[in-house]
């Protein structure tokens, strides 16, 4: 009997939530507004004691719902794409003197930066050929593998980094665009799309990724 009257409640209260959904938010809105402060304080309390349980559920639901999070994340890099690269080219003029300067005083570290990075390229192993780089960029849609965005120029990118061994192979390169290739660097949190995840995820997001 305590299980009926139980659901009983439950659907009572959801019906009368419904029926009168634009006040109850008003008021919680009103409420809210006059609690900011304390409110915050409960929240930042109640996740620092709770905080290994409320980054598991994340990590679980983030990996139930992995689409939907590249979705998300596609959407975000699409709406600021325009944004980034125009604070970046605004941020480069205004500070050309100074990045001039800083490599006449590090040029040294700069080559030898420069040199390093050759070595480890011509220490692993390079097979991928022209034929086969220009038919991993077709499979992926000549789409970012990471963003699933579609540059004016995509960059190869070692999902294996050259740094941990990771060779120059059709097996080991995926297109990138320079930022995700770039923000990557060599940590491997960030993991590529397959070609038939990727189009899922555009078929998902038509408007957001558009050709």
């Not at 960029?137 to 579609?150: I, L, N, T, V």
């Not at 940590?187 to 050709?211: D, F, G």
Request: glycine share 2%.
């Amino acid at each position: 009997m305590a299980v009926v009257t139980s659901a009983k409640r439950r659907v009572y209260m959801r019906q009368f939530y419904l029926a009168n959904k634009e006040r109850l938010l008003a008021m919680s809105r009103v409420y809210h507004a006059a609690h900011r402060e304390a409110r915050n304080v409960q929240s930042r309390l109640y996740h620092a004691s709770h905080k290994e349980r409320i980054y598991a559920q994340i990590k679980e639901w983030q990996a139930a719902h992995s689409e939907v999070v590249r979705g998300y994340y596609a959407a975000y890099h699409e709406r600021i794409h325009e944004r980034r690269i125009e604070a970046s080219r605004r941020y480069s003029q205004e500070h050309r003197q100074e990045h001039h300067a800083y490599y006449l005083k590090n040029k040294e570290r700069y080559f030898a930066h420069r040199d390093k990075r050759r070595a480890r390229l011509a220490a692993v192993l390079h097979t991928l050929t022209a034929q086969q780089w220009e038919a991993i960029k077709s499979a992926y849609d000549f789409r970012c593998a990471y963003c699933g965005e579609k540059p004016e120029r995509l960059t190869k990118d070692h999902v294996l980094p050259v740094m941990l061994g990771g060779g120059t192979t059709a097996e080991n390169i995926v297109p990138a665009c320079w930022h995700c290739n770039s923000s990557k660097r060599q940590y491997l949190t960030m993991k590529p799309m397959k070609p038939e995840e990727l189009r899922k995820v555009v078929a998902h997001s038509p408007s957001v990724l558009a050709p």
